[in-house]
C-alpha cells in the first residue's frame, strides 16, 4: 500500500518558537494533502487542505498566519508552528490520496508536539 | 456543514463478543466513507474503504456497510479479540475527508 511519512514523530520546544513538520508521500505523487489536529480522547480535526503549487485552504478557526502550509512538490508538504505556545501542544497527523477525490486516504504516523 | 457522529463512544465487551459499531453523517453528498482503527498515541490504520455507490466491504472479522441516502454505516466485528482494542474512526470523504467522533472499544479476555 501506500505510504505517507511524518518527520519528526515526537518534537518538544520552549514558547515562542517555530516547530516544522514534514509530510512526504513515499511511493506516489499526492497533488492533495490534509493536515489534522488530535487533542487528546478526541477525534481529528481538519485543518487545512494543501494543494502542491498553490496556497493552502484552511478550515473555519484555524489561523494561517500561525499554522504555515507549503505544498511545494508532489510528495511533500509541510506544516510550521509558529511562535508556539502550549495550547498548540497536539498530536498533528498528515494525510494523502492516491487517485484523486475518490481515492483511499493514507496517513502518516503522527507528530507529537509538545510545548513547555 | 457536514457532521459525523458515531454511536456508541465507548464500549467494552467480553472476549468473543461480535460487535457493531455505527455511524452516522448528516450529508450524504459524499465519494466514500473509510473506517480507521487508532491505538493510543498511534496514527492511523485503514480498515476499509467503502465508495459512495457500494453497499458493503468485507476483510477477515471486519464488515462495514454504507446506506448513503439515509446517512448510517456500521462495522461489524465478528468474534472480538483483546488485540481489537482501540478506538474505531469513521470518516466521510467529499471535497475533504471529516471524521467521526470516534468508538473506544475495549476488548477483555
Known amino acids: 500500500g501506500a505510504v505517507v511519512s511524518q518527520h519528526p514523530s515526537r518534537v518538544i520546544c520552549k514558547s515562542g518558537t517555530s516547530v516544522k513538520i514534514e509530510c512526504r508521500s513515499l511511493d506516489f505523487q499526492a497533488t492533495t494533502m490534509f493536515w489534522y489536529r488530535q487533542f487528546p480522547k478526541q477525534s481529528l480535526m481538519l485543518m487545512a487542505t494543501s494543494n502542491e503549487g498553490s496556497k493552502a485552504t484552511y478550515e473555519q478557526g484555524v489561523e494561517k ?9 508532489l510528495t511533500l508538504s509541510t506544516l510550521t ?26 496517513f502518516g504516523e503522527g507528530s507529537r508536539l509538545t510545548v513547555l | 456543514k457536514q457532521e459525523v457522529t458515531q454511536i456508541p463512544a465507548a464500549l467494552s465487551v467480553p472476549e468473543g463478543e461480535n460487535l457493531v459499531l ?9 465519494y466514500n466513507l473509510q473506517w480507521f482503527r487508532q491505538d493510543p498515541g498511534k496514527g492511523l490504520t485503514s480498515l476499509l ?32 479479540q483483546p488485540g481489537d482494542s482501540a478506538t474505531y474512526l469513521c470518516a466521510v470523504r467529499a471535497d475533504k475527508l471529516i471524521f467521526g467522533t470516534g468508538t473506544r472499544l475495549q476488548v477483555f479476555p
Open chain 2, 49 to 80: 474503504l467503502i465508495q459512495s455507490s457500494q453497499r458493503e466491504q468485507t476483510s477477515g472479522r471486519l464488515n462495514a456497510s454504507l446506506d448513503k441516502s439515509s446517512g448510517r454505516s456500521t462495522l461489524y466485528i465478528a468474534a472480538s
Open chain 1, 81 to 106: 508552528v509558529t511562535s508556539a505556545h502550549p495550547e498548540d501542544s497536539s498530536f498533528y497527523i498528515c494525510s494523502a490520496s492516491l487517485k484523486g477525490a475518490a481515492g483511499e486516504l493514507f
Open chain 2, 22 to 30: 455505527n455511524c452516522s453523517f448528516t450529508d450524504s453528498a459524499i
Open chain 1, 65 to 73: 498566519d500561525k499554522f504555515l502550509i507549503n505544498h511545494a512538490s
